[in-house]
């Protein structure tokens, strides 16, 4: 009981120890909350302070940007008007009549007129006119303002340059008001770029500008925009500004000012500034300048504003965080007297354990299995339960008086002292193994459980032995199988590993250490998952223990091993459960299955992608129930099905014949072979198409099926049908031309020999074909090779006559036209060449030749007379084969006298045409003879047609022989052309005069209207009648405005006999006014007449204004919604855009890019998602609409929606387009929303 006592004392100190090391733990964990909160409350503070001051900066310089752009577009418009009265031509005509004629009250009234209707569309204060040396020409009497002489001074500097320029703003003279100018120069007609006067146009900034200006997007209570410029050194505000009235030109600070945003922006400091602004209160800027002018644009806000919510959200983080402090306290008071609550109750509580524990040990001590032995420091037995008297053999008086190491014989353990010793200082117990021999000399193996203890003054040891004699035969056992399954283990080709419940290794052979790269030590201290990625391979759990490997049970999956150098190696993972809760486990290589599985799965892919990509027609169908399995999408578009749509239907809905054709019929096909015919196929607006299908038969999921590829034909069948009835044409004029014709290869070998080849040479077309041509003559005529040079060396062919050779042997002459045949690459690939016989016809020429000598003796007398005549005299016979040619006919046809004589006037100078006409006069000429006079066209030796008037004279001896044919020719081509001219231009004149679609009008400078056409009539709403009765003068119908026009045509038609074309308008009879277009020449000695030319440009004239109103609606919808729109031309590769979309990406709107220069703008991690889209619309036409990023020409980044959407052009893409917004704003909003 005294050790009882002993161990209670220790155990209730300990209690006291824990008590207080609880106590001290719960304050210690107090204190580090509240360091620890202190410190994150104050790093959110930080982090929420700069959070929102980045996104206020951010807020500021869009608001910036998109005010400097408002600003531009302003400016932009004012030049814009400027430029409508710069280049307005009739403006530019009223001005010079102003200079010329100050006193011109009409061209006065008209300039006015216009000037107030700008002034009032576009709202301006009032307009000057005024003249290069700065004299007032014109002001606005309406709305008069002053213009100081230095105002003057300044304007006319500035209007030498021939561009719009704008003034400063500035006070009017001795007024509070503010205004800024926009001079206007207007040039003078003579085109030599110099003003001749110029027009002002002035500028109330509170109108519009300063209200453009201090107009935020966003509600705000501080928040202001205002400009500003440097002048000398000084920051000069030029806007009104929300918290100081009137201080616009008024109010300025020293550029030195160290705090002020607009001095620090001069300065040369960019990006936000934080500084102090005019009023003294801190605030947060961003200053931009604005381009073209000195001007800068601040946005601010103050920074109490900025940093409201902030603070606010900061006092409630302060006042939660104090709320939870005391919690926490309150708490942990809370705590410490439950713990000391704890403390006595377990004080209380080891009270009544004592007892317990003085029963319970009586009760283990007299009844356990186990010897029990009672030993004091010197290791005598003092006490020993019954089950040790049995064990031992000894009575218990006689064990008393021994040792326990004497129960040990000869054989004690090693190190009992010393464990003893420990024992006994540090009250840890001991386990040991040894044999103990009983009373009787055997012995038993036992283990031996010792531990030390106090009770009182005295030290204890109670030791509790245990017979382990069957144990340790069990465990030989379990030795010598541990052993066989040890050599198992190491003579494995796959690694082998055993673990516990917990997935730690115990043991694994050396062919796993070799697999994982690990020794066994460094394995065994591992788990089994460390070296699994997570990734597995067939997506099986791997798990050990009851998961992975239940007794009896086997669970197979693939895993990726992780070995120690950082490679992976794909294994298959077998694991079996034990029966003690441990698992085996067999790892094998499979680096080579995964290798061949991912060469399958990319083959798959491959194959999947090439049938769905394939620009053919691709559908697969079931071979029994005919229904479709799969289509690509050419097929979809082919047959105008959708996918859904397609794969409902079965094989028989898409053909139009239901019969198999001829080519397939009777036939049975084996897997995997390919089958092609035509079949005729039905799409989905029940057209008949021809196609050419292609069948491959094959399995598809354990099913017969077939793959089937369709070409559509029907363009082709129908080129193939045109072709050969071209072929059979062509061939049926080949071979009824009375022409030889025959084709060649490049060495001459015949390809075509028609039936006039045969009856000209006597060879047939099978003794000649893909033989050299025989009908070359022997040398020393021209050779085949010499042939074919010559013709492939001509560009157009060549013609000429020369000698070949008949079967027979015989030479004849023939005329020769030979070309060269070319492919589609414009090779030449053979020769065609057209012969005809012209043997005959020489002979023939040779004879006439002979009878023409024979009459040239007795015509000689005849050629004095004939060669003097001023016109062209022939001697000809019956057949006009001319015997003699005077000088005059030389000189009519340009065939000198020995180039005529011979010849038949058929073949030098009558045309084809005319040869009937010919031989019926010569007839009429011969059998009535008498002179008949016949006028026709004849050709001269430039090929010229000419008109002859042809006297024919037949010519007889007395004896009534005839002699000749004598004919006179005069040439009166001019004649006939000049009354044929006169003819053509009195017939196009009136055509012209009464067309419906030009007004014409004769009259003269002094405004009389002689007369006019129909069309003339209808332009102005008056009757012929009113016209020939006097009532209409053009200066009655024309507005007084316009009167300054036709004066200025009118000069112009002097100097130069026209005028050039100008635009106007006429007075109607029923009031109203008509848009037309009109020019004049003069005409007759004084070049007082006119003929005027009008056309009708009403409609025109309402399509530009309605043209314009929508450019301007358009331009004005893109501004206002920040919207564009772009094209790319995919086949000429060139692109453009609007001018919006050049705004939003802050770049000159002139620039048109290329789509590459677009795509560069967009951000890093929106660049390759826009790429893959646009990559996919030019090339599927898969349409986008996407939100992304862009990085603008001057680095601002913005949110834009971009869409693209193709145009077809015979079923390919040509080009896309699409839209382009700055979505900034919205997402603004969304985020205000949210």
């Known amino acids: 009981m005294k050790e009882k006592g002993r161990s209670y004392d220790k155990s209730s100190s300990d209690i006291y120890t824990r008590y207080h090391r609880d106590v001290f733990r719960l304050l210690a964990l107090f204190v580090a909350f509240l360091v620890f909160a202190s410190f994150v409350a104050i790093s959110y503070y930080v982090n929420q302070f700069q959070l929102v001051r980045e996104e206020k900066q951010n807020e500021l310089m869009s608001i910036n940007s998109a005010k400097i752009n408002q600003i531009e577009t302003w400016y932009q418009e004012r030049q814009g008007d400027a430029s409508v009265i710069a280049n307005n031509q009739m403006f530019r005509v009223k001005v010079g009549r102003v200079i010329d004629f100050p006193y011109d009250s009409s061209a006065v009234k008209d300039i006015s007129t216009y000037l107030e209707t700008i002034r009032a569309a576009y709202s301006y204060t009032t307009y000057f006119l005024l003249s290069p040396e700065g004299k007032i020409l014109l002001q606005d009497t309406r709305h008069p303002e002053p213009l100081l002489d230095e105002d003057i001074h300044f304007e006319t500097e500035q209007i030498q340059a021939p561009q719009v320029e704008f003034s400063d703003l500035h006070f009017l003279a001795g007024e509070d008001q503010i205004r800024m100018d926009v001079l206007i120069p207007i040039l003078d007609e003579n085109g030599d770029g110099k003003s001749q006067a110029f027009v002002i146009l002035r500028v109330n900034p509170r109108t519009y500008l300063y209200p453009l200006i201090q107009n935020l997007p966003v509600q705000t209570d501080s928040a202001e925009t205002l400009l500003f410029r440097q002048e000398g050194q000084d920051v000069l505000f030029l806007s009104d500004l929300r918290f100081a009235e009137q201080a616009a030109l008024k109010k300025r600070f020293s550029i030195n000012s160290p705090d002020l945003p607009a001095a620090r922006a001069i300065r040369g400091e960019t990006g936000p500034i934080e500084g102090i602004d005019y009023r003294g209160v801190k605030v947060v800027a961003v200053v931009a300048p604005i381009p073209h002018t000195d001007w800068y644009l601040l946005t601010k806000e103050d920074d109490s504003e900025i940093y409201a919510d902030l603070v606010k959200s900061g006092k409630v983080v302060a006042v939660s965080m104090a709320v939870l402090i005391l919690v926490l306290g309150i708490g942990s008071i809370q705590m410490i007297r439950a713990l000391r609550l704890r403390l006595l109750t377990s004080l209380s509580h080891m009270e009544q354990e004592k007892e317990e524990l003085a029963e319970k040990f009586a009760l283990i001590f007299g009844r356990g299995n186990d010897i029990l032995l009672m030993l004091d420091e010197n290791g005598k037995i003092i006490e020993i339960n019954d089950r040790g008297l049995d064990a031992l053999g000894y009575g218990s008086e006689e064990v008393k008086m021994i040792s326990f190491s004497d129960l040990f014989g000869e054989k004690k353990p090693v190190g009992l002292h010393q464990q003893q010793n420990v024992l006994s200082r540090d009250e840890k117990g001991v386990r040991y193994e040894v044999e103990l021999f009983r009373k009787d000399g055997t012995f038993f193996a036992a283990e031996v459980s010792s531990r030390y203890f106090v009770s009182g003054e005295s030290g204890y040891y109670l030791e509790i032995v245990r017979d382990i004699s069957e144990r340790n035969r069990t465990l030989k056992l379990i030795r010598e199988s541990e052993q066989k399954y040890r050599s198992l283990l190491e003579h494995s080709t796959d690694g082998i590993f055993m673990a516990d419940a917990a997935e730690n290794i115990l043991e694994v052979n050396d062919q796993g250490c070799q697999m994982a790269g690990y020794s066994q030590d460094e394995l065994r201290a591992m788990k089994v998952t460390d070296l699994v990625k997570e990734v597995n ?478 069309a003339m009539l209808e332009i102005i709403g008056y009757s012929r009648d009113e016209l020939e009765a006097g009532n209409i003068r053009w200066d009655k119908i024309t507005p007084s405005e316009y009167l300054v026009l036709d004066e200025a045509a009118i000069k112009q038609a002097q100097a130069s006999g026209y005028c050039t074309p100008y635009e106007k308008e006429y007075i109607r009879k029923d009031g109203k006014r008509i848009w037309v277009s009109l020019g004049f020449i003069l005409i007759g000695e004084k070049k007082e007449d006119t003929v005027v030319f009008i056309i009708d440009i009403s409609d025109r004239k309402r399509a530009e204004v309605e043209l314009r109103y929508q450019q301007d609606l358009l331009t004005m919808t893109g501004r206002i919604g920040k919207i564009g729109g772009w094209e790319a031309d995919v086949v000429k590769g060139v692109s453009s855009w609007t001018q919006e979309v050049a705004v939003i990406h802050e770049l000159d709107p002139e620039v048109q890019p290329s789509v590459e220069f677009g795509l560069n703008f967009y951000a890093p991690e929106s660049r390759p998602i826009i790429e893959k889209a646009f990559d996919e619309l030019v090339h599927s036409g898969k349409p986008y609409d996407l939100e992304l990023d862009i990085i603008s020409a001057k680095g601002n980044r913005k949110p834009v929606r971009t869409t693209g959407s193709p145009v077809y052009q015979d079923g390919k893409v040509v080009k896309v387009q699409g839209i382009f917004q700055d979505i900034t704003e919205i997402k603004e909003a969304q985020a205000e929303i949210k």
């Open 537 to 1014: 391979l067939d997506a099986r759990p791997f798990e050990i223990g009851p998961n992975g490997g239940e007794l009896h049970n086997k669970f197979v999956s693939e895993q990726i091993l992780r070995r120690k150098e950082g490679t992976e190696l794909p294994v298959e993972v077998i694991l079996f459960g034990l029966a003690d809760g441990r698992t085996q486990g067999l790892v094998r290589d499979i680096s080579e299955r995964v290798s061949h599985r991912k060469e399958l799965e990319e083959a798959a892919r491959k194959y999947q992608q090439l049938f769905d990509d394939n620009p053919i027609p691709l559908y697969l169908y079931d071979s029994v129930m005919g229904k479709m399995l799969a289509v690509n999408d050419a097929a979809l578009r082919h047959y105008g099905y959708s996918q859904e749509e397609f794969l409902n239907l079965t094989i028989d809905n898409i053909r139009a014949e239901k019969t198999i054709p001829v080519a397939r019929r009777g036939r049975s096909f084996a897997e995997g072979e390919y089958i092609s015919c035509p079949w005729k196929h039905v799409n989905s607006r029940g057209e008949t198409i021809d196609v050419e299908v292609t069948s491959h038969s094959l399995q598809f999921n354990d099913r017969p099926a077939k793959l089937e590829i369709a070409v559509d034909v029907t363009e082709k069948l129908q080129i193939e049908k045109e072709l050969k009835e071209n072929i059979n044409a062509l061939s049926g004029i080949i071979n009824s031309s009375p022409l030889g014709i025959l084709t060649s290869d490049m060495d001459g070998n015949i390809t075509l020999w028609n039936k006039a080849a045969e009856e000209i040479f006597g060879w047939k077309a099978e003794e000649v074909m893909g033989k050299p041509s025989p009908i070359m003559p022997d040398p020393p005529h021209e050779s085949l090779q010499e042939v074919v040079q010559k013709i492939v060396a001509s560009k157009e062919g060549v013609h000429y006559e020369a000698i070949r050779k008949r079967k027979s042997g015989e030479l004849i002459t023939v005329d020769v036209h030979g070309i060269p045949l070319k492919d589609y690459r414009n090779r030449v690939k053979g020769l065609l060449a057209v012969l005809s016989d012209v043997s005959e016809i020489k002979r023939v020429e040779e004879a006439n030749q002979k009878l023409a000598e024979e009459r040239y003796q007795l015509l000689n007398r005849l050629r004095l007379q004939f060669n003097r005549i001023p016109v062209g005299f022939i001697l000809t016979d019956k057949e006009l084969n001319i015997l003699d040619w005077n000088p005059q006919a030389e000189i009519i046809f340009g065939y000198s006298r020995a180039e005529a004589i011979g010849k038949s006037q058929f073949d030098l100078i009558i045309p084809p045409e005319s040869h009937a006409l010919i031989r019926e006069v010569i007839q009429k000429t011969t059998d009535g003879k008498q002179t008949e006079v016949v006028t026709h066209e004849n050709v001269t030796k430039e090929g010229k047609r000419v008109t002859i008037e042809w006297h024919n004279t037949a010519l007889y001896d007395e004896n009534g022989t005839f002699i000749a044919i004598m004919a006179m020719a005069i040439d009166v081509t001019k004649r006939i052309e000049d009354e044929k001219k006169i003819h053509e231009s009195e017939d196009q004149l009136r055509a012209f005069f009464e067309s419906p679609l030009v007004g014409i009008l004769f009259g003269d400078i002094y405004c009389g209207i002689f007369s006019c056409n129909d």
